[in-house]
């Protein structure tokens, strides 16, 4: 849900699994 990378540093304490996705589909946009 969140696109912001801060977010996900934030969001990783509270929810960690939400950050390793995010980071497969930033990946995958990337890759694009």
Known sequence: MAASPMDSASALELQPADIVV???VEAR???R
């Open 22 to 24: 995010s980071a497969a």
């Open 29 to 31: 946009f990337s890759a």
